[in-house]
């Protein structure tokens, strides 16, 4: 099993749209989870971080993570066609490396 | 700053041929990484480094070698290339290599082709 799923997609939504993101993780020993985002042909950037269970908010972005069910969202509200992206979720504990999910691409259309 | 910043953009290699992919940062992190990004199967860590001198293999470390002399520089060599490491090779660096309020950033990566 593979230390953590990533649904790949692909997803379309119309703009305006909220989107769903999730990912699910087995190891215990992870600390803290990142969502990152890729835009076509180019390095990942870090979009959002969460260390604890809970929600976390960011503009239109909430990162949710339930440690308990070992789950991990991404919502985007009121989705534009520049969220048009590969969103990777990664976790990470104390031994300085991120394990990284395989990706979703989304697609949002005018 | 530059951030983090690759040479080359792309390459051709035919089977056997060797090359090294430069990375290189501006920030003084401590931290730097080797990732391979293949269609649909996310990153994969091959060799990262907590300082200058020191490396340590990731999960895919097979074919690939690396060197630390110094904070900014963090190159990767493929000694033998197979077609098998037809990918996208992303570099990313560090300040303090794991923590909640840290993050890894990239460079643009180096698509690689080995025919």
């Known amino acids: 099993q593979k230390e953590v799923e990533q649904d790949p997609g692909p997803l379309s939504v119309p703009e305006g749209a909220i989107v769903s993101l999730n990912c699910t993780y ?7 989870f990142m969502w990152y985002r890729q835009y076509s042909r180019k390095g990942p950037e870090l979009l959002m971080y969460t260390y604890s269970s809970g929600n976390k908010e960011d503009g239109r972005f909430t990162a949710q993570v339930d440690k308990s069910s070992k789950y991990i969202s991404l919502f985007i509200r009121d989705s534009q066609p ?5 969103y990777l979720c990664a976790a990470g504990g104390s031994n300085y490396k991120l394990t990284f999910g395989k990706g979703t691409l989304l697609t949002v259309n005018p | 700053n530059a951030g983090v910043t690759q040479t080359p953009k792309f390459r051709i290699l035919k089977i056997g041929q060797s090359m090294t992919l430069q990375c290189t940062q501006d920030m003084n992190h401590n931290y730097m990484y080797w990732y ?10 091959i060799y990262y480094s907590v300082g200058a001198g020191i490396t340590d293999k990731g999960e895919v470390p097979n074919g690939y070698n690396v060197s630390r002399s110094t904070t900014e520089d963090f190159p990767l060599r493929l000694e033998l290339a197979a077609p098998s490491q037809t990918s996208v090779y ?3 660096s560090s300040n303090t290599g794991g923590s909640s309020t840290d993050t890894q950033y990239f460079g643009p990566g180096t698509r690689l082709t080995v025919l």
């Open chain 2, 90 to 92: 992303f570099c990313a």
């Open chain 1, 26 to 32: 087995s190891n215990s020993a992870f600390q803290y």
């Open chain 2, 36 to 45: 391979r990004q293949d269609p649909g199967m996310g990153l994969k860590l």
């Open chain 1, 82 to 86: 520049s969220d048009s992206a590969t």
